[in-house]
């Protein structure tokens, strides 16, 4: 996720996105939604192992952050709707034609087969036009999404496939902090115009991130029940319009600003909303469990959306997985965003047809774990001079975001600090045994060191590695046989 200045309503955002599609208990009316799956992991599952688990839990809807063959092709014949992605670093080369048009060709073409990918959306860049890039990516995005949606146009594909820009919440503001007062940000009012009204000829959606989480983690006076959807705390008053969750007068805001720009009717599409579940105070497992509950129960009513737009709302939860890479610059939680585990198991109970029925969702089967070993810190060495430059190495490399005031690891003690620490780095080294050495500090165990809430992780074995580790094994058979064979 961008870092994003704050506005009142937290007019911020964040990356992949599933569709569900599930009946209400009258059999008459669908919930929508979406979660979006990031690839930001030093270690990944398997594409045929998480498209079989979204499977599993009647997911019919993905949505991506690149359009990575391996990945992409692992949908073929599924039948789920996909959406592939342009990042940000590569929009100015999509400045020219002729580039989009072979993108395209390598891209879509190729997948989109009988018996294919069912690719939706080409998202074109990821909120580029954060007010934190400083006008990096205003100059090459517009031009990338038009040369993209002409390529598709050329190749027959228009009218089933469309390519919008994934916007971040702050290309809108309001003077006084009002949906009714809604428009787009002063300084890309004009460029913003001009993609609306592109976007509605080509009948493509307008993607928005909002956050209602970031609101509370960064307002320390903001209404607590306001970022939730239960109602009883404190409601907005919008010239007669009542407010009772920051979600909907984020939305409501947004569609002020395209009914200003001359396009009042335009789909939106929330390409990401959640809460992550560790990393800070209020990123907990209970207080995600209590949003997401609200927000499934509300889109299962398909009379409610927002004030201004009643009715279906097309939503898509961040996030599949957490994902240990992820910038910590926006907060310690950027890594926990995930309503599964890094090894594809599911944090808490849900009801993706928000009638109330919670219950775990469908783990990823067959994941592949390394040895069931830790790395903590070796009391019996009594020597410390050296641990806070180890200590601050290992949370360099590793994630030592659980380690956080008010996180899951909190109340380790001292020597608890040290072994979570070491540990982490031990796993995303891929529990090389240098990697618990720490100047004579570290050992390995066979005993979990976990502790309460907190997990002290066992890492997966690494997809690529695996699929390396398998090539060469059937590399090294084939040669024995061939020699056997010639002998």
């Not at 949606?149 to 050329?154: G, I, K, S, T």
């Not at 609101?215 to 407010?243: C, H, M, R, T, W």
């Not at 608890?416 to 165990?445: E, K, P, R, W």
Request: hydrophobic share 40%.
């Amino acid at each position: 996720m961008g870092q994003a200045e704050t506005l009142m309503w937290g007019f911020l955002s964040c990356i992949c996105v599933l569709w569900v599609s599930a009946a209400t208990s009258n059999a008459a009316e669908t919930i929508s939604l979406g979660v979006n799956w990031g690839g930001m992991s030093s270690h990944h599952m398997l594409p045929s192992t998480v498209v079989e688990m979204i499977k599993a839990n009647g997911i019919k809807k993905v949505k991506l952050f690149e359009s990575d063959n391996w990945t992409v092709k692992a949908f073929a014949g599924t039948d789920i709707e996909v959406m592939v992605a342009i990042p940000n670093d590569k929009l100015a080369h999509f400045g020219k034609y002729d580039h989009a048009k072979d993108w395209v060709q390598q891209n879509i073409s190729q997948h989109i087969k009988d018996g294919g990918v069912n690719i939706k959306y080409v998202a074109v860049g990821n909120e580029p036009f954060l007010s934190a890039y400083n006008g990096s990516n205003l100059k090459t995005t517009f031009p990338a999404l038009q040369n993209i949606q002409r390529a598709l146009n050329e190749h027959g594909y228009g009218d089933k496939i469309k390519a919008s820009i994934p916007q971040n919440a702050d290309v809108y503001e309001s003077a006084n902090d009002t949906p009714s007062e809604g428009q787009f940000r002063s300084d890309i009012k004009d460029l913003m115009h001009q993609i609306v009204k592109f976007l509605h000829d080509n009948n493509a959606p307008f993607i928005v991130n909002i956050y209602p989480f970031l609101s509370l983690y960064q307002n320390p006076n903001f209404p607590f029940e306001l970022a939730f959807f239960d109602g009883g705390g404190k409601s907005i008053n919008d010239k007669g319009v009542q407010y009772t969750n920051v979600f909907d007068a984020n939305y409501d805001t947004l569609v002020w600003a395209l009914t200003k720009a001359g396009v009042p009717n335009l789909k939106i599409v929330v390409g990401e909303i959640g809460w992550p579940t560790d990393g800070n105070k209020f990123a907990t497992v209970g207080l995600a469990k209590k949003f997401y509950s609200g927000l499934l129960k509300k889109m299962a009513s398909s009379k409610k959306g927002t004030p201004l737009r009643p009715g279906h709302l097309d939503v898509y939860l961040f996030s599949l997985f957490d994902e240990d890479q992820k910038s910590i610059a926006p907060g310690p939680f950027e890594r926990h965003w995930g309503i599964f585990r890094y090894d594809g198991k599911p944090k808490f109970a849900m009801d993706l047809t928000g009638q109330g029925q919670e219950k775990y969702l469908i783990a990823a089967q067959g994941v592949q774990y390394l040895t069931k070993q830790w790395c903590v810190f070796n009391k019996e060495q009594n020597k410390t001079d050296t641990v806070p430059d180890d200590l601050s190495y290992a949370c360099s490399l590793g994630d030592c975001t659980a380690l956080g005031y008010g996180s899951s690891c909190n109340h380790l003690d001292y020597y608890g600090n040290i072994s979570y620490a070491y540990n982490m780095y031990f796993q995303i080294q891929d529990q090389d045994v240098q990697a618990c050495d720490f100047h004579g500090t570290g050992m390995l165990t066979t005993v979990n060191a976990s502790t309460g809430s907190c997990l002290f992780p066992v890492q997966i074995e690494n997809a690529g590695k695996r699929v390396q580790l398998m090539s060469l094994t059937s590399m090294v058979l084939l040669s024995f046989f061939v020699g056997l064979a010639l002998y």
